[in-house]
């Protein structure tokens, strides 16, 4: 399905990150989706398609589409969020990839209303800072544009009572996105069993980090 011997990579390295998500518990059978804008035509990109197992994916499960929906080539029925993808690639041209997960500290961590804490270096050099958008039916446009809004500001997105986005110019810094982003949420739910609400990296080392 994979139009050259560069997007072929890029299908087998989506195939290997949707393993290691199931492997990680950060989502479960079918629950999110991956994409990778298409290297030959900016306006068109990867994604995997409507009810896949992320443990079992192959090539045959993506579906090749342009950023209005209509399927190009592959699997005839793309992800039900194509949309959040699409808007994403559209809000932020420096995007070459999307990754939405389901890790559960940071969905837990969103849903009693606490923020997650960036308290590493790898917090604060990777993940920077953490976008959220109130709930908003699956699919909709609204979770779409939602998403996208927050994108303008951030390169991670918690979806309230649901998952996380995260973006970057490749799969692996989206990836290691989702992950360092799950760290922090989980650490911030140690530093708050603890009675801790307040640790976090120092704000006057943010920019050294940056600079």
């Known amino acids: 399905m994979a139009d050259s011997a560069a997007c072929a990579a890029l299908v087998d390295q989506v195939i290997a990150i949707g393993a290691d998500l199931v492997r990680r518990k950060l989502t479960l059978a079918?629950?999110?989706?991956?994409?990778?804008?298409?290297?030959?035509?900016?306006?068109?990109f990867f994604i995997t398609a409507a009810a896949i197992w992320f443990d079992t994916l192959t090539e045959n499960d993506m579906s090749h589409i342009d950023l209005a929906g209509t399927v190009i080539s592959g699997s005839a029925q793309p992800s039900s969020e194509?949309?959040?993808?699409?808007?994403?690639?559209?809000?932020?041209?420096?995007?070459?990839?999307?990754?939405?997960?389901?890790?559960?500290?940071?969905?837990?961590?969103?849903?009693?209303?606490?923020?997650?804490?960036?308290?590493?270096?790898?917090?604060?050099s990777y993940v920077k800072s953490v976008g959220t958008?109130?709930?908003?039916?699956?699919?909709?446009?609204?979770?779409?544009?939602?998403?996208?809004?927050?994108?303008q500001h951030h390169d991670c997105v918690i979806?309230?009572?649901?998952?996380c986005v995260a973006v970057a110019d490749t799969l692996t810094m989206a990836y290691r996105r989702i992950l360092i982003l799950e760290e922090a949420a989980e650490n911030t739910y140690r530093a708050m069993t603890l009675g801790d609400t307040t640790t976090a990296f120092p704000a006057e080392q943010v920019l050294s980090v940056h600079s």
């Open 30 to 44: 079918s629950a999110g989706n991956i994409s990778f804008r298409d290297p030959e035509n900016p306006t068109r």
């Open 159 to 163: 979806m309230s009572h649901h998952g």
């Open 82 to 124: 194509w949309r959040v993808h699409a808007m994403a690639y559209q809000t932020r041209p420096d995007v070459d990839a999307v990754i939405h997960a389901h890790p559960q500290y940071s969905v837990l961590i969103d849903a009693l209303g606490h923020p997650v804490r960036l308290m590493t270096l790898d917090d604060v």
């Open 133 to 151: 958008t109130p709930f908003a039916p699956n699919a909709s446009v609204s979770l779409a544009s939602g998403v996208a809004s927050q994108l």
